[in-house]
């Protein structure tokens, strides 16, 4: 034999969905964007062309909305567990089910200190994010947080490190940290848990870390951030964190007769550092 199929998914990404939640004196707005896919018994569509173990990917997009009708009423996490059990209960070709889901950040406009009942602003970029795996009568719940853009103008330095004679960085003990910060955390248990209240709780721990951390590099940052959330919070069994450098270079005023006292910045897209790493238990 020439060849063999080895790991092999397929499944429905990008699936869109808004849902407004109704209340009688208030609306609530999700938006969230699902992937879906599906390993099993897929060979001989590969193999021969047989479609006969194969749910059509149209058919998961629209499961999504139909089942948000009644499921999609509370955290990202819960929907994703009743998508996941949906679809490998009822297709035993299916060995394993990932929902990986997006929810984009909407917060209800206020005036005058009052909330408005049905009008909303977007949250800029952040995402609540939630990966489910779902094999067997084994589950995994994740949740975590995308392109959290945070910076801090003080407490932050980066000095003793190597130099060679290509090195032309700048010693400093006190510069911009600006991360787009990408954060994912295990749950220890797939059990019934207030999704929603873990999220928000270990949200505020990472910022109230990040800003009150005397960082000496960012490498230095994230595992204060890691550890501080597996102290705090015994659901949490592993928690991994992405933090890019958005570099902030002072600009050099001194060629116009100017002194620059941590002012003035070049704020810098590209090239950027990037730091990762993942905590677990221990």
Request: proline content about 3%; charged content about 20%; glycine content about 6%.
């Amino acid at each position: 034999m020439i060849s063999r199929l080895d790991t092999n998914a397929y499944g429905k990404n990008a699936i869109n969905l808004s849902k407004v939640i109704r209340h009688p004196d208030r609306h609530e707005i999700r938006q969230i964007s699902v992937d879906i896919a599906l390993q099993g018994d897929f060979d001989e569509v590969h193999t021969l062309g047989d479609n006969t173990k194969v749910l059509p990917t149209d058919t998961m997009k629209n499961t999504v909305y139909v089942l948000a009708k009644d499921h999609f009423t509370g955290s990202v996490e819960s929907f994703g567990l009743v998508l996941a059990d949906h679809f490998l209960s009822r297709n035993p070709q299916v060995h394993a089910v990932t929902i990986e889901l997006n929810e984009f950040c909407w917060s209800r406009m206020v005036f005058d200190g009052q909330p408005h009942p049905h009008s909303f602003i977007h949250g800029g970029s952040e995402k609540h994010s939630a990966l489910i795996t779902m094999k067997g009568e084994g589950r995994q719940v994740a949740a975590g947080i995308r392109d959290l853009l945070l910076l801090k103008t003080t407490d932050s330095g980066f000095e003793n490190y190597i130099k060679d004679e290509y090195t032309t960085l700048k010693e400093t003990d006190d510069r911009i940290f600006s991360t787009q910060c990408e954060v994912s955390w295990k749950y220890g248990t797939a059990a019934a848990m207030d999704f929603d209240r873990l999220y928000a709780d270990i949200r505020i721990n990472l910022l109230q870390t990040f800003a009150m951390h005397k960082s000496l590099s960012v490498q230095h940052t994230l595992y204060a951030m890691g550890e501080n959330v597996l102290a705090a919070f015994e659901a949490v069994t592993e928690i991994s964190l992405k933090m890019p450098n958005k570099h902030h270079i002072p600009f050099n005023l001194g060629l116009f007769g100017m002194e620059n006292r941590n002012e003035i910045f070049i704020a810098t897209d590209e090239p950027y550092g990037y730091i990762t790493g993942t905590l677990v238990r221990g």
